[in-house]
């Protein structure tokens, strides 16, 4: 207990079925990916610790870093490229909507965005491949594709209007609804537990710049752990 904060914490592999535990599946909006997992009275066994005692917060930032597999991406972006298609069949004022000169600035910065991440990520995947050291790499890559995917949903709604809020089940819907589900990933995406400040706190750790260490920062003790998928 007198040891700095980011080193007073543990980190445990808590098997779903011990007693105590309940796990719902709440109405979010985007179903089926968020847990609740709730403790009572639950007695967790000390085999079930996870690395060092105390190195609990070390553990959490690495699996940021990790949290994403090493491996060289696809040629282009589907939800990208699917949008600049859907821009150049539609028509609106009589015109194509990739011809009007402000829509066709978007649909250059998104695809900017996706070129850029797509090249971060093959640098991940080659220094993945040769055996070099990952830090804040992935960290950074995971930061850059939330902030594009927010963008995105938002040149989206630009380009499709209120049609790409419309699911599978509408035969309004562009691309069969598909961008409604886009739409609701990029918003979850920007959640406390797991937005972007998270990728963001894990750079600053690797170069040095660790917003906690030393503060009087209390790590959580009670209560229900959200998004978390319980292990079977």
């Not at 592999?13 to 985007?30: F, H, K, M, N, Y």
């Not at 600053?204 to 009087?216: I, N, Q, S, W």
Request: glycine share 8%; hydrophobic share 40%.
């Amino acid at each position: 207990p007198d040891a700095p904060p980011s080193k007073r914490t543990a980190a445990f592999l808590v098997p779903a079925g011990l007693e105590g535990i309940s796990i719902q599946t709440p109405d979010t909006l985007v179903p089926g990916q968020t847990h609740h997992v709730t403790f009572d009275r639950v007695w967790v066994p000390t085999n079930c610790l996870v690395g060092d005692e105390g190195g609990g917060w070390s553990l959490m930032q690495s699996t940021l870093l990790e949290e994403q597999a090493i491996e060289y991406p696809a040629a282009y972006d589907e939800d990208v490229a699917g949008l600049i298609k859907y821009a150049s069949e539609t028509n609106r004022y009589g015109v194509a909507i990739s011809k009007h000169p402000f829509f066709q600035q978007l649909l250059m910065e998104v695809y900017i965005n996706s070129e850029r991440i797509r090249i971060f990520r093959v640098r991940n995947a080659w220094m993945a491949d040769t055996g070099q050291e990952l830090t804040y790499h992935v960290a950074q890559v995971a930061l850059m594709e939330k902030q594009a995917a927010l963008r995105l949903s938002q040149v989206v709604r630009e380009i499709m209007g209120i049609y790409a809020l419309l699911g599978p089940a509408d035969p309004l819907a562009p691309m069969r609804g598909k961008y409604q589900l886009h739409q609701r990933k990029s918003l979850a995406q920007q959640n406390p537990n797991d937005g972007p400040e998270s990728q963001a706190a894990a750079i600053a750790k690797h170069l040095g710049l660790d917003p906690l260490e030393g503060k009087g920062v209390e790590p959580a003790t009670r209560g229900t752990a959200t998004g978390v998928s319980p292990s079977q």
